[in-house]
């Protein structure tokens, strides 16, 4: 006897993913027009000001994220090599030396990156908004002479 697997599809394997679809955009659409968009008009309490603050990208989270994936990125590779030990000395040994170097340096990398926006960002702030540029002065307009119509005893060359 042959199994033959039979497939039944719920309506709800259609429905759900459409509908939350339709409630992941509505709540992005409204963090969008409350949030983003406009400049409060009235002082706006500690958590709405943080959150305000965080969807107009004025907090960078990425540098302490950095730092934690860092932390973690440590921990896996030591536990990687423990792990690693006794099955192969010099894989581990190598994975526990060269994994951390090449961890500490790809993090820098990026947090020298995120530095040097803040930095920049600073630099920016301390200098202010850029002067106007001077306008060109324009030479004084002169009028404009018709021009003369020649007559018909000039018009006439003399052989």
């Known amino acids: 006897m042959f199994y033959t697997p039979q ?6 394997a259609v429905l759900l993913p459409l509908l939350g679809l339709i409630v992941v955009l509505a709540c992005g659409l409204a963090l969008y027009f409350l949030f983003v968009r406009k400049t409060p008009e009235k002082p706006l309490s500690h958590a709405l000001a943080w959150l305000h603050d965080a969807l107009n990208f004025r ?3 990425t540098e302490k994220l950095l730092r934690v994936l860092y932390c973690i990125a440590v ?12 099955t192969n000395f010099i894989g581990a040994v190598l994975l526990f030396v ?6 500490r340096i790809v ?5 020298l990156l995120l530095i040097l926006c803040r ?3 600073e630099i920016n702030r301390k200098m202010g908004p850029l002067p106007a540029e001077p ?9 404009v002479q018709p021009p003369v119509q020649p007559t ?8």
């Open 75 to 86: 921990c896996a590779l030591i536990l990687g090599s423990v792990d690693m030990l006794f």
């Open 135 to 143: 306008q060109p002065t324009q030479p004084p307009v002169q009028p």
């Open 119 to 121: 930095n920049t960002q």
């Open 152 to 159: 018909q005893t000039e018009d006439r060359t003399t052989l």
């Open 7 to 12: 497939f039944f599809y719920s309506p709800l």
């Open 98 to 103: 060269i994994g951390n170097v090449a961890a």
């Open 59 to 61: 907090t960078l989270f």
């Open 107 to 111: 993090f820098e990398f990026a947090l």
